[in-house]
Nanobody, 118 residues
Framework: QLVESGGGLVQTGGSLRLACVVS????????IGWFRQAPGKEREFVSA????????YYADSVKGRFTISRDYTNDTVYLQMSSLEPEDTAIYYC?????????????WGQGTQVTVSS
């Protein structure tokens, strides 16, 4: 099970840190990714971190603004989001991800809403 939290309403240029708490499986066995779905759009890949935390990957749209990390002590994957833009408004989800194809591999959590006002 994956549970997302940390979303909210921020102004353009603001920051948020999302958290994805994992339970029911061992975090260090899997790559974890963040995805988002904006109103009227398909869900898209945002970022991923591999099983040992040494490799990360970002969509071009967030590169340089978002940072993914993982904390094995509390089975949590974080997405630090800075310089937020209205285009980042979406529901954000985490999931186990297939490394390299960036496709989700498993069930989704309930997501957390991020709204960036202009």
């Amino acid at each position: 099970q994956l549970v997302e939290s940390g979303g909210g309403l921020v102004q353009t240029g603001g920051s948020l840190r999302l958290a994805c708490v994992v339970s029911g499986f061992t975090l260090d066995d899997y790559a974890i990714g963040w995805f988002r779905q904006a109103p009227g759009k398909e869900r898209e890949f945002v970022s991923a971190i591999n099983w040992n935390g040494l490799n990360t990957y970002y969509a071009d749209s967030v590169k340089g603004r978002f940072t993914i990390s993982r904390d094995y002590t509390n089975d949590t994957v974080y997405l630090q989001m800075s310089s937020l833009e209205p285009e980042d408004t979406a529901i954000y989800y985490c999931a186990v991800v297939n490394w390299g194809s960036w496709s989700p591999a498993g069930s989704w959590g309930q997501g957390t809403q991020v709204t960036v006002s202009s």
